[in-house]
């Protein structure tokens, strides 16, 4: 019922920026819940980048009502996990990208850890991905 849909990917040189964004919308039986902010007040928010033929793997996470932030180590400093309770949006701020960033992004929700979860099998819900691509 929840949808998730991620934009802000693209094409940048490296050391530049993007914004992804995540914004979640409800189905026909959860739209009120989405709305009134019942979803996301016990949710983790996670972000995940994917490159083929590898797993998917962490990137960064918040704990929606206290805010916490955790972050894969190799991107600490550099990008900024954020979220705006009006919007139902996350964010993913990245600054001084490399061509290692380069991977499909992807934004998931986790309504049963009470933690920011690592594995992406802790996730359920899933947006389709987005595309960023760093050239050097």
């Known amino acids: 019922q929840v949808q998730l849909v991620e934009s802000g990917g693209g094409l940048v040189q490296a050391g530049g920026s993007l914004r992804l964004s995540c914004v979640l919308s409800g189905g026909s039986l959860r739209l009120s819940c989405v709305a009134s902010g019942c979803f996301l007040s016990s949710a983790t928010m996670g972000w995940f980048r994917q490159v083929p033929g590898a797993e998917r793997e962490f990137v960064a996470g918040i704990r929606w009502s206290s805010g916490v932030t955790s972050y894969k180590d190799s991107v600490k400093g550099r990008f900024t996990i954020s979220r705006d309770n009006a919007k139902n949006t996350v964010y993913l701020q990245m600054n001084s990208l490399k061509p290692e960033d380069t991977a499909v992004y992807y934004c998931?929700?986790?309504?049963?850890?009470?933690?920011?979860?690592?594995?992406?099998?802790?996730?359920?819900?899933w947006g389709q991905g987005t595309q960023v691509t760093v050239s050097s």
């Open positions: 998931a929700a986790d309504r049963v850890t009470s933690y920011i979860a690592g594995k992406p099998g802790e996730y359920d819900y």
